[in-house]
């Protein structure tokens, strides 16, 4: 007969996999929760910078109201989302089915979409900042072409328009990687059977193809949601710290980044700022899985 194991064993048993984790609870906790929980501490008073400050209750979110800018860098956070998340949705699998097929060279190809990945933000938005300046290769190229120079880095709407060009042309690869993984799951019977039944490319492409990586089109369009409402390092290095002209080019991370850094920084504010962009990032991404979950019923 089984003798049952010593209470100390099973002490043991029970507690061996919390000193596995241990370690990363502890990472986690220092460098995540407890920052966000002070983040939400600071969002109902007034520190600065350089003090503390004392609770204020619900008066920064009540500044946002009468904030202009707050509504200025929402808008445009919104338009953001709006604008990007279609293209990266769309864009990537199309690339993902022309770079899936066995062809010659092929490789070259999927390497060089990916690269954008792999590189600099800081690197790929400064060459895009050369390439649209009123002397850069785009403005050479119009020249030529007698369009006359476009000012895409001095109007505030072709600034907002540019990063987001850029923002969709540095994701493509990552999210094409995405769906290869996806399409690679998809069975080539179903491809040959809509193929005997005369479908063309466009209707197995919206029949076969969409439907089968369904799923996977979900969670890029959560991913690029989340990404493009927190947007920062493409607007600031093509728009700089002002956020364009007269401010207009703002988002909500960059105000938060303006309004809590510096000596005179209002920490509390940017605070709420940066609880109000993370319900809302929240918020989109539920949103994304409940339309995926109405589709599914």
């Known amino acids: 007969m089984r003798r049952a194991p010593a209470p100390a064993v099973r002490t043991h048993r029970a ?30 008073t007034d520190a600065r910078t350089l003090t503390p400050g004392t609770w204020v209750g619900l008066d ?16 445009n956070s919104g338009l953001y989302v709006a604008l990007v998340v279609p293209f990266t949705v769309l864009l990537p699998l199309l690339l993902a089915l022309l770079v899936q097929k066995p062809l010659k060279g092929v490789a070259f190809f999927r390497a060089a979409f990916y690269t954008p990945v792999v590189a600099s933000v800081v690197v790929v938005a400064l060459i895009w900042g050369w390439m649209l300046d009123d002397r850069g290769l785009v403005n050479g190229i119009l020249r030529v072409l007698g369009a006359g120079p476009v000012d ?20 493509l690869g990552y999210y094409m990687v995405i769906y290869l993984a996806a399409l690679g799951n998809v069975p080539h019977e179903l491809h040959e059977a809509a193929a005997v039944d005369g479908a063309g490319a466009l209707r197995r492409f919206v029949g076969v193809t969409v439907p089968a990586v369904r799923s996977t089109m979900v969670l890029v369009a959560a991913l690029s949601s989340v990404s493009a409402f927190k947007v920062f390092s493409e607007v600031y290095l093509l728009a700089g710290p002002t956020g364009g002209p007269a401010g207009q080019d703002t988002t909500l991370v960059m105000l938060v980044q303006r309004t809590g ?3 005179a920084g209002r920490v509390g504010y940017a ?27």
């Open 261 to 263: 850094t510096g000596l």
């Open 271 to 297: 605070s709420a700022l940066s609880l109000v962009v993370f319900v809302i990032a929240l918020l989109l991404m539920l949103l994304v899985l409940r339309a995926d979950r109405k589709e599914d019923r």
């Open 152 to 171: 895409f880095l001095g109007d505030a709407w072709l600034l907002l328009l540019s990063a987001m060009a850029l923002t969709v042309w540095k994701g």
């Open 60 to 75: 920064n979110f009540r500044r946002m109201l009468d904030d202009e800018q707050f509504w200025v860098a929402l808008r």
């Open 15 to 44: 507690t061996s996999p919390w000193l596995f984790l241990l370690p990363g609870l502890a990472v986690v906790s220092a460098f995540g929760l407890y920052p966000f929980l002070t983040t939400v501490h600071q969002a109902f």
